[in-house]
């Protein structure tokens, strides 16, 4: 039983490139969500999804999209990469009414 | 809007002295409320939570947090803090059962020897 798992756990990209970051779990969760660090500003949520084919914007959503095509995976996707979207990348999963269990996270870097 | 504030961002304390965390949020009703830790370079661990029911909560590593409906407070207290205990925490709400966590900004922990 793993938990929460995040590919890759880092990345250097320049600006105007595209990727993907991988969440997977194997906790058969409903909720999965992503979420960016920052210094001084805690985590903030950038999308969701309560289920298979579902995804809802976060707080932070400009820049992002994702896609949750089987239930243990989300992904997170930069379409073109821009130096504010250096950050610390977490995912998280949860039955609902319950714990977020959080992955190690993915240190990005846009120049 | 629904706001968490942790006043203190940066806390020391010697080992072996107590610790308070302080947490504060604005919400009209009661939300879920938790508690998590990160050490440098990891990700988040759930300390303890607080759904409903009695008041004073205790979690994992020794650590308790009292929610207070009146102060809109849901601080995390530790009698003696031992040097593992140097990390960043976080408080964070839920709320009205939306799925959603919101979190403050975070507090760092210094453990002098």
């Known amino acids: 039983n793993a938990g929460v798992t995040q590919t890759p756990k880092f990345r250097v990209l320049k600006t105007g490139q595209s990727m993907t970051l991988l969440c997977a779990q194997d906790?058969?969760?409903?909720?999965m969500y992503w979420y960016r660090q920052d210094p001084g500003m805690g985590l903030r949520l950038i999308h969701y999804s309560v289920g298979e084919g579902t995804t809802a914007k976060g707080e932070v959503p400009d820049g992002y999209n994702v896609s949750r095509l089987k239930k243990q995976n989300f992904l997170l996707g930069l379409e073109s990469a821009a130096p504010s979207q250096t950050s610390v990348y977490f995912c998280?999963?949860?039955?609902?009414?319950?714990?977020?269990?959080f992955g190690p996270g993915t240190r990005l870097t846009v120049l | 809007a629904q706001s968490v504030t942790q006043p203190d961002i940066h806390i020391t304390v010697s080992e072996g002295a107590s610790l308070e965390l302080r947490c504060n949020y604005s919400y009209g009703a009661t939300p879920y409320l938790f508690w998590y830790v990160q050490s440098p370079g990891q990700g988040l661990q759930l300390l303890l939570k607080y759904f409903s029911g009695d008041t004073l909560v205790q979690g994992i590593k020794g650590f308790e947090a009292e929610f207070k409906r009146s102060q809109s407070s849901f601080n995390l207290r530790k009698p003696s803090v031992h040097w593992s205990d140097a990390a960043e925490y976080f408080c964070a709400v839920e709320p009205g059962n939306t799925g959603k966590l919101i979190f403050g900004q975070g507090t760092t922990l210094q453990v002098k020897p």
């Open positions: 998280a999963s949860t039955h609902g009414e319950d714990t977020q269990y």
């Open positions: 906790m058969n969760h409903e909720y």
